[in-house]
Structures are given as structure tokens and as C-alpha cells.
T-cell receptor, first 110, second 115 residues
Framework: GENVEQHPSTLSVQEGDSAVIKCTYS??????FPWYKQELGKRPQLIIDIRSNVGEKKDQRIAVTLNKTAKHFSLHITETQPEDSAVYFC?????????FGAGTTVTVRA | DVKVTQSSRYLVKRTGEKVFLECVQDMDHENMFWYRQDPGLGLRLIYF???????EKGDIPEGYSVSREKKERFSLILESASTNQTSMYLCASPPPAGGYTDTQYFGPGTRLTVL
């Protein structure tokens, strides 16, 4: 099956700085790559996604890039704010089946 | 707005008990999924279903079974609960094929503790 690796496992950034989370996947058939944010005690919420026919997508302060050849994708958060503190999960999907990374705990220091 | 609900937020059971976790979605979706979430391991797929009466094993089906008698309801069953099944269980359902996104809509989760 699909194997998704996510790095780093924890990330501490100063407010206003950028945060980058990287993921790799193993199955070249994966065609959909969502990113989820999970705040403490809450369910995962989709924050941005990208399909395999697109290389980059941006939504305000967050962006995702995809390199199909290298089988890796990344989440970029610019101008981080305290409310960005959460656990972030990447995932790769084939036919709605999502394989998740282990998660990155992001802490934004005020 | 899609609503995915789960029968319990917290559940405490004893080793050997049969446990039922219920998930209901109100948008007539065909696909439903059960995941478990553990620290440092992310979310792992247990079982999924593409239609009523249909079920498919995910990555970690051992010790679990499922039931999908009605389209809106997908139940996860722990036949004989064990302590290593203590976890957060999340149900999810994506929109139908051809929807604007393949994203999964998650339920609030059930935190199960097996003593």
C-alpha cells in the first residue's frame, strides 16, 4: 500500500516567520494530496489540497507544492500567527483511500 | 454542510467486551471510512465501504469488523476489545465521485479506552 512520510515531527517558529512541512509518498498512482490541520481536541480540517496534474497551489498564507517525479509535496505557511499552532497532517489518496503522514506539531511563538 | 456524527465522544470498556462505534452521515454519501489516530502514527485506515453491504479492509483491519446495513450508517465493531485498541477513532466520508473535492469530512471522533 501507500506509504507517506512526513518531516519534521515538531516545528517551532517565531510569529511572522515561515513554516515548511515536507512529505514523501511511495505509490506513483496517488493522485490527490490534501493537508489537514487538527487543533487540540478537534477533528481534522482540510486546509488545502492539490491534484497530481498541478504543481503548485496557493490560498492566502498557505501554499502547497507537488513534485510528482520525486514523489514529494510540501506545505508552506507564511507570516505565521499564534492560531496556526496545531498538528498538521499530509495525505496521499488513491480512489478516496487516504494514507496519512504521522503529523507535524507546529508551535508559533509570540 | 456535510455532517458526520459519531455515537459517543468518550467510551470506556473492559478487555474482552464487544464494542460498537457508530457513524452516521446525512448527505447520502456512498463512501465511508474508519480510521484510528495514535500519537506519532497519524491516522491509519481500518475499514472502508463504497456502498451498502460492501466493505473493504484498510491497512490495519485485525481485531475489527464493520457493518453497513444502511447507506447513512457505518459501524465499527471490536469483537473482543483489547488494551492495544485504546485510541481515538475517526469516521469520515467524502463527497460523491465528481464532487469538487475528494476531501474527507471527519466526524468528531470517539476516544475509546479499554481497561
Amino acid at each position: 500500500g501507500e506509504n507517506v512520510e512526513q518531516h519534521p515531527s515538531t516545528l517551532s517558529v517565531q510569529e511572522g516567520d515561515s513554516a515548511v512541512i515536507k512529505c514523501t509518498y511511495s505509490d506513483s498512482a496517488s493522485n490527490y494530496f490534501p493537508w489537514y490541520k487538527q487543533e487540540l481536541g478537534k477533528r481534522p480540517q482540510l486546509i488545502i489540497d492539490i491534484r497530481s496534474n498541478v504543481g503548485e497551489k496557493k490560498d492566502q498564507r498557505i501554499a502547497v507544492t507537488l513534485n510528482k517525479t520525486a514523489k514529494h509535496f510540501s506545505l508552506h505557511i507564511t507570516e505565521t500567527q499564534p492560531e496556526d499552532s496545531a498538528v498538521y497532517f499530509c495525505a496521499a489518496s488513491i480512489d478516496y483511500k487516504l494514507s496519512f503522514g504521522a503529523g507535524t506539531t507546529v508551535t508559533v511563538r509570540a | 454542510d456535510v455532517k458526520v456524527t459519531q455515537s459517543s465522544r468518550y467510551l470506556v470498556k473492559r478487555t474482552g467486551e464487544k464494542v460498537f462505534l457508530e457513524c452516521v452521515q446525512d448527505m447520502d454519501h456512498e463512501n465511508m471510512f474508519w480510521y484510528r489516530q495514535d500519537p506519532g502514527l497519524g491516522l491509519r485506515l481500518i475499514y472502508f465501504s463504497y456502498d451498502v453491504k460492501m466493505k473493504e479492509k484498510g491497512d490495519i483491519p485485525e481485531g475489527y469488523s464493520v457493518s453497513r446495513e444502511k447507506k447513512e450508517r457505518f459501524s465499527l465493531i471490536l469483537e473482543s476489545a483489547s488494551t492495544n485498541q485504546t485510541s481515538m477513532y475517526l469516521c469520515a466520508s467524502p463527497p460523491p465521485a465528481g464532487g469538487y473535492t475528494d476531501t474527507q469530512y471527519f466526524g468528531p471522533g470517539t476516544r475509546l479506552t479499554v481497561l
